[in-house]
């Protein structure tokens, strides 16, 4: 949920600027004054919007505008094939995504929503407040370089750009161009198609742009940090299964799971989902090891029929379970309750009787945690301390703790900047894709309305005459494209906030 301070600072916050501004422009004495500084700057304040526009950027578009006009000419007629098929594309990811969202309203299976290319984005929903600061600043680059697309392209195609803005609508920031619709409408439908496909190809490239650069990332930050040595702990939740003593601490180095090595965050996710997926392991435990006062504890079944032998609830101990040494013909299983941590602690692990004798020269045993259905005991390695024994479901030690690949080569260097670096591409590759997909739909009031208008008149002329004719094709288009946006955004909210 959005915090109630957030909401209270937010909505306090545009009530105090819409109160000032009401009160400016209702004062005799300071009216005109207001409204002068206001134009002087470009300002135009409403509820819930300010928004701001210049013409200080115009020489640095014109300029590059004018940087290799052959290679711009290629660039813009790329982003012209690009907007085209986004167009296509746009519609049928939408009537995926809305078949995905009304197939998951009539079933209980989390699976299906998580399997979504668009969904409808939240604060506080599934957006966590901590991350506002990275899909804000994220959002208004998107905004910017789309809009400079614009710009670049009106300019090349001898349009006049008026200005240059950007605005907050409550708490979405987002950018502008104003460009003069007399030069617009003037120029022939491919330079149209070329200005209005311009925003959703530069937000491609940017997307693509961010995905090289998290491709490329342990290249850039291999001076100061290296990888493939472990998973490097950043955040620990505190009061949870790894927090403590003998648990994990920033700055701990995660090499190994059990038996799995852990080389970076890919192994850590897999590693988990290894061990929840597969029976539990079991340790070589040499036979003479198994006292009788640990071997005759009072075994009891579980609601789930698994067994346990440890009543004292002791948090030092665990319940082992194994093939008794004189009765392995009858297979009978024998359960012991034991210090778990002397138990374990540099012991071959097993799955059977057979795997001990072959690694171990004493007669050994194979014991295994006797443990609940989908609980597992892990030995974390994390040297040179302890290993960490965690006793769980292992999806609680995922979400537990934060990772990353990179170790600090230096002592000064921040653990969390390789963190910022990628989290901040992963919301530009979201939220830029996500912005080249929806402007590309036909729908009112987006990129999509005019490239729809722009291509129809290119390519229907010879086939419709009627201008009258191609408008009203378009206008229904373009009002399917609007309904099926609104749907994909409605249903979204619905699912994000009402269930």
Not at 179 to 192: A, D, M
Not at 243 to 255: K, N
Not at 474 to 499: D, E, I, K, P, Q
Request: aromatic share 10%.
């Amino acid at each position: 949920m959005i915090p109630v301070p957030l909401l209270v600072c937010v909505m306090g916050g545009w009530c105090a600027v819409y109160l000032a501004d009401t009160l400016l422009k209702s004062s005799v004495t300071h009216r005109i004054g207001y409204e002068s500084w206001l134009a002087s700057r470009g300002l135009m304040v409403s509820p819930f919007h300010v928004r701001w526009q210049t013409t200080m950027f115009n020489p640095l578009f014109a300029y590059c505008a004018r940087i290799n006009p052959r290679a711009l000419y290629l660039w813009f007629s790329s982003g012209l094939v690009f907007g085209i098929v986004a167009m296509v594309g746009s519609v049928v990811l939408l009537i995926k995504t809305l078949q995905q969202t009304l197939a998951q309203m009539t079933t209980d299976n989390p699976r299906i929503g998580g399997q979504q290319a668009l969904q409808v984005v939240v604060p506080g929903f599934n957006l966590p407040t901590s991350q506002l600061a990275y899909f804000f600043i994220a959002l208004l680059l998107s905004g910017v370089i789309h809009e400079l697309g614009h710009a670049m392209a009106a300019l090349r195609e001898q349009v006049r750009v008026n200005g240059f803005g950007m605005f907050v609508f409550v708490l979405y920031p987002g950018a502008f161009v104003d460009l003069f619709t007399t030069h617009l409408s003037v120029i022939t439908p491919t330079q149209q198609l070329r200005i209005f496909c311009a925003g959703v190809w530069h937000n491609f490239v940017l997307c693509l742009s961010a995905i090289a650069f998290l491709f490329l990332l342990p290249v850039f930050l291999f001076p100061m940090y290296s990888t493939g040595a472990g998973a490097l702990v950043t955040e620990v939740v505190q009061g949870s299964a790894a927090d403590g003593p003998r648990g994990l601490s920033v700055g701990d180095i995660v090499t190994g799971l059990e038996d799995c090595p852990v080389r970076g965050m890919e192994d850590w996710s897999s590693c988990l989902s290894h061990l929840s997926h597969t029976p539990q392991t079991g340790y070589c435990v040499p036979v003479t090891s198994l006292q009788p006062s640990w071997a005759h504890g009072r075994a009891f079944k579980r609601l789930d029929g698994t067994v346990d032998c440890c009543s004292n609830n002791s948090l030092t101990d665990l319940c082992f379970s194994y093939i008794k040494p004189q009765g392995k013909n009858t297979r009978e299983r024998e359960y012991a309750c034991m210090p778990v941590r002397k138990m374990v602690t540099g012991t071959q692990t097993c799955r059977s009787d057979e795997d001990c004798a072959a690694h171990s020269g004493s007669a050994s045993v194979c014991v295994t945690p006797s443990l609940e259905n989908q609980t597992r005991f892990i030995r974390v390695t994390h040297p040179p301390n302890t290993q960490m024994l965690f006793v769980g479901y292992p999806p609680h030690l995922q979400y537990a703790v934060s990772l990353t690949n990179f170790v600090p080569r230096f002592g000064f260097l921040l653990l969390d900047l390789p963190v910022f670096l990628e989290t901040f591409c992963k919301y530009v590759v979201s939220l830029s894709g996500a912005l080249a997909v929806v402007n590309s739909v036909p729908c009112f009031a987006l990129d999509g309305q005019w490239m729809l208008n722009a291509l129809l008149e290119a390519t229907l002329v010879t086939v419709v005459a009627d201008r009258q004719k191609r408008e009203l094709i378009g206008f229904f288009l373009l009002l399917a494209g609007s309904a099926l946006l609104a749907a994909n955004v409605a249903l979204g909210l619905w699912m994000v906030t009402a269930r």
